[in-house]
């Protein structure tokens, strides 16, 4: 290994990756989706004999085998980042806020996952796809992404209209669902039997694991926390000259996140449940911690490899083999649109039958979205090789249109029910 | 190449790391030694047919080779690790506070790097090492870790005494001067040629980078900045709900750090002196784009790898094969005290005929540490194979001793002269 050679990838990866993302930021579309792009350019234009990636990750000097180092470091990278964000996305998710969600929400986001799962299931198996390939076309279907969504709402000011708070509760909800969701889809695929018993014991594990940690979070951690608040208080009325000794939370956090994800692979569950569910243990004091802004600083250096890493895997070859794809792609986005909208929708009414169209409407669309959750979903089924390149690339195009489709309707819907001033302006980055 | 064995490896040696600079913090010992042995004892334990490395890189399975890509991804970010922390130390070196020290401060860095060069490279040549080993010898001599004594002095809160200042301010010039020494030793052995050309063209090579870097950052840069503030504040003027376009100076200057780096390693330097000078472009407005803030977040996550490296390059097998290499190993300790204590105490005293000796020890004790910086060019040196494992065992064992020596002695000596209340508290981390 050439470590040049490595530095040199990285660097001219990171910068193309982050320009990409600010031209896309600046049409005002989420930034992650040049990252996506970039990532496909770069593994399918050629430059004589090879493609663009291999002439990046051998300091331009390409040679059969000569970019597989690098491939391999940017795979770890962008590992490591889709962890790092699924536990930034477990630090926003505190145990009490699950538990104040109101009514609505609740069954916005139960509808909104049973409805798209379903329909996603049965896509795959009436096309003639197998049941594993079924269920993850279903769980990439589940997946709500709040950031997007949330910074719509953001932007416009509308933090505290009443549709706002259904929809960033039930994306909460939609959350720990998607991940219960995914866990039994691929614990399930990994074992590989199809009985009673072995449905029962993956979601066992799935749901367990989970219950564990909200117990945890939500009961264990506040007592610890407060005795050990309590021992220092006690100690510093003693003794005023008395430091507390301590700790890095950020450490302890890195550690935990990366230990968990490890103990959710070997219980046969994805390793990035793991990294949501030690995201949650830290939910509740991210903010004393400064967690959320160190692991920005992370996040901003490895996330950007991971939306790379989602696009260098998607082959466009088998578009052009195939045109007919693209159809069954577009189907596939009327679908993930449809669904949630109905179901989200449905749910909203069931919970407050006298709620208006225009607001049931603001909540369909608002859980839209798919977005990096989706496409995690899709390059662990590709990784699995239970997806196959034809899926992984039509998941990765509902994902990406979904999540560019839904922000201006959602603006327009919004601007309709209350004349808000603010035209959406999305930030440089997710 | 299985992701879970590599998260798996990458967790547990990040805990394992993070423990034992804890403990040894805990004992007032700089945590990266802690780090460092570490990485000698997990190279060096067998556990039946394999070391402990190779039973932690393989998922508690070892065989033949199944360690290789841990190993691989360890060098990745041991040296992302070592270009970050370079950077961080170019972040601190801010051209302006060059031209403000003294004339004590300039001597004592001159020759503080004189007297240490020229010994270690006759030590080397003594002893029957050719010139490139003598190079490199007499640079990791030159070093000094301004860490460790700077935290020396915050804990005893004798920032504003005479010494201090000096010590900070030698300190700064030291690192630019060691730069340049190594830039100028690893060019020169890298070309693997020793005619006065080519002496010349290295050193012009690395003074000329240096120099531009120096100016770009003095001058163009401040023009630069004052331009683009005056520009946004005439158009809030004229349009109070301008925003100007946030730039993600983080982002930017991960992108500056990794492409110094490279262009570094084509100009013929170290990529390690690109970083460094890479952060001193960046350094006058640190602080207002919380970059040392956020430096320090990745910094925690890769910086452990780099020293468990360190430690894991280390073989103890030199030392038990021929035990005589301690004896060599005490004798460039002392030597490497001494030539700090005498050359940078010659250099006050030059400045300052009548400066007391309990300031000049201060002076000298101070810049004895070579910590780090010391370690980084031992690490290169083995890379590019000028040093042996028998010289790179040794040279780790004199950082270590003058990191370990030297605070202690310089509390005891400010004790003396100041009446200090404060004992030495060494924090978690470096």
């Not at 669309?365 to 798919?370: A, V």
Request: hydrophobic share 55%.
């Amino acid at each position: 290994m050439e470590i040049a050679q490595v530095i040199l990838a990285l660097a001219v990866i990171f910068i193309l990756a982050k320009v990409s993302s600010r031209i896309f930021a600046k049409l005002g579309v989420p930034g992650l989706i040049g990252e996506i792009i970039l990532g496909i350019l770069i593994v399918s234009i050629p430059v004589g004999d090879y493609s663009l990636f291999e002439w990046i990750a051998s300091e331009f000097d390409p040679s059969p085998g000569s970019s597989v180092t690098v491939h391999e470091i940017i795979e770890v990278f962008s590992e490591l980042g889709v962890i790092f964000l699924l536990f930034t996305v477990g630090l926003e998710t505190k145990v009490t806020d699950l538990t104040s969600v109101g009514k609505a929400a609740l069954l916005v986001a139960v509808m909104g996952v049973i409805v798209p799962f379903i329909v996603g299931y049965l896509f795959v198996t009436v096309t003639g796809g197998n049941m594993y390939t079924s269920m993850f076309m279903g769980a990439a279907m589940v997946a709500t992404s709040v950031g997007i969504t949330a910074r719509v709402i953001k932007d416009m000011k509308l933090m505290d209209a009443k549709e706002s708070r259904i929809i960033i509760g039930a994306a909460v909800i939609d959350d720990i669902l998607g991940m219960i969701v995914l866990a039994i889809v691929s614990g399930m695929a990994r074992t590989g039997k199809v009985d009673v018993v072995n449905i029962l014991v993956v979601s066992l594990t799935a749901i367990v694991f989970v219950l564990a940690v909200l117990f945890v979070a939500g009961k264990v951690i506040p007592i610890i926390y407060d005795k050990i608040q309590a021992q220092r208080a006690e100690k510093i009325l003693k003794d005023p000259n008395y430091i507390p000794p301590g700790f890095n939370m950020f450490v302890v956090a890195i550690a935990t996140c990366l230990a968990f994800a490890y103990v959710a692979d070997i219980a046969g569950l994805a390793m990035i449940i793991g990294a949501f569910l030690a995201g949650m243990l830290f939910a509740e004091h991210a903010w004393e911690w400064k967690l959320e802004e160190k692991f920005e600083s992370i996040s901003a250096l490895f996330v950007s490899f991971f939306f790379v890493y989602v696009g260098m895997n998607v082959d466009i070859q088998v578009f052009i083999d195939d045109p007919a794809l693209l159809g069954t792609a577009l189907i596939l986005i009327v679908l993930a649109c449809l669904t949630k909208f109905v179901g989200c929708g449905l749910g909203a009414k069931i919970a407050e039958p006298h709620m208006e169209m225009s607001s049931v409407s603001i909540i369909g669309t608002g859980m839209m979205p798919r977005g990096e959750v989706g496409i995690i979903v899709a390059l662990l089924g590709l990784g699995m090789e239970i997806l196959s390149n034809d899926m992984y690339g039509i998941i990765v195009l509902m994902c990406i249109a979904t999540t560019i489709i839904a922000p201006p309707i959602l603006s327009v819907l919004f601007k309709k029910k209350y004349n808000s001033p603010y035209a959406i302006r999305d930030s440089d980055r997710l």
